[in-house]
T-cell receptor, first 113, second 110 residues
Framework: DTAVSQTPKYLVTQMGNDKSIKCEQNLGHDTMYWYKQDSKKFLKIMFSYNNKELIINETVPNRFSPKSPDKAHLNLHINSLELGDSAVYFCASSDSPGGVGYTFGSGTRLTVV | RKEVEQDPGPFNVPEGATVAFNCTYSNSASQSFFWYRQDCRKEPKLLMS???SGNEDGRFTAQLNRASQYISLLIRDSKLSDSATYLC???????????FGKGTKLSVKP
C-alpha cells in the first residue's frame, strides 16, 4: 500500500501546454510538500501546505500553482510549460512542518519538448 | 556560501571499506539535521536523524558539530547495497523547510 503516491510517473509534453501532477498520502500526515530536482540533482522546495493551508511558497514562477483540496492531497498545476521546467517533481509528506522523516513519493519525471 | 554544502564525490570504495562523508551548513539557527539516501532514479529516503550527542545505527554513525556547523556520516564495512547518493539535510529558515545538499555519490565495488 503506497504511502505517498504521485501520478503520472512520466510526463512528456510540448512547450506552452498546461499540465497537472497529483499527489495523495495515506499516512495521516498534516503537511505536504512539492520539491523539484533538476538535471544537476539539486532538490529544492517549491511549496508546503499544512492542513490545507499554504505555509511555504518559495521563489517559483506563478505559472506553478499548488492546490490542496484536503490534507491528504496536494496537486501541482503548471501553466505554459517551458523547457526549463523539465525536472523530476517529488511530493512529500510529514506529520508536522519540518517533522522528522519526510516520506517522498516516487517522483514525476517531466520532460518538456 | 550555499546553505548546505557537500563533497559531490563520487567516492569509489571496495566492499568492506570505511567511508566518511562531510557536510557544512550556513544557518547557525538550524535545529534539525538528517541524512537521506537516494538511489538512482528513485526518491530520497530517510537514513537517520543526527543528534547533538552523535548517534549510531548499525554500520552507520552520524555526528554533529554545532560550533563548526558540520555534520558527518561514517559507513563501516561497506556493502554493495550501500551504493547510492547520500544527502545531507538541514532545516531552513522557514517553518517546515528542509534544505537538501546536492548529495555525495558512493559507489561500492566488489
Amino acid at each position: 500500500d503506497t504511502a505517498v503516491s504521485q501520478t503520472p510517473k512520466y510526463l512528456v509534453t510540448q512547450m506552452g501546454n498546461d499540465k497537472s501532477i497529483k499527489c495523495e498520502q495515506n499516512l495521516g500526515h498534516d503537511t505536504m510538500y512539492w520539491y523539484k530536482q533538476d538535471s544537476k540533482k539539486f532538490l529544492k522546495i517549491m511549496f508546503s501546505y499544512n492542513n490545507k493551508e499554504l505555509i511555504i511558497n518559495e521563489t517559483v514562477p506563478n505559472r506553478f500553482s499548488p492546490k490542496s483540496p484536503d490534507k491528504a492531497h496536494l496537486n501541482l498545476h503548471i501553466n505554459s510549460l517551458e523547457l526549463g521546467d523539465s525536472a523530476v517533481y517529488f511530493c512529500a509528506s510529514s506529520d508536522s512542518p519540518g517533522g522528522v522523516g519526510y516520506t517522498f513519493g516516487s517522483g514525476t519525471r517531466l520532460t518538456v519538448v | 556560501r550555499k546553505e548546505v554544502e557537500q563533497d559531490p564525490g563520487p567516492f569509489n570504495v571496495p566492499e568492506g571499506a570505511t567511508v566518511a562523508f562531510n557536510c557544512t551548513y550556513s544557518n547557525s539557527a538550524s535545529q534539525s539535521f538528517f541524512w537521506y539516501r537516494q538511489d538512482c532514479r528513485k526518491e530520497p529516503k530517510l537514513l537517520m536523524s543526527v543528534y547533538s550527542s552523535g548517534n549510531e545505527d548499525g554500520r552507520f554513525t552520524a555526528q554533529l558539530n554545532r560550533a563548526s556547523q558540520y555534520i558527518s556520516l561514517l559507513i563501516r564495512d561497506s556493502k554493495l547495497s550501500d551504493s547510492a547518493t547520500y544527502l545531507c539535510v538541514v532545516n531552513g529558515r522557514s517553518q517546515g523547510n528542509l534544505i537538501f545538499g546536492k548529495g555525495t555519490k558512493l559507489s561500492v565495488k566488489p
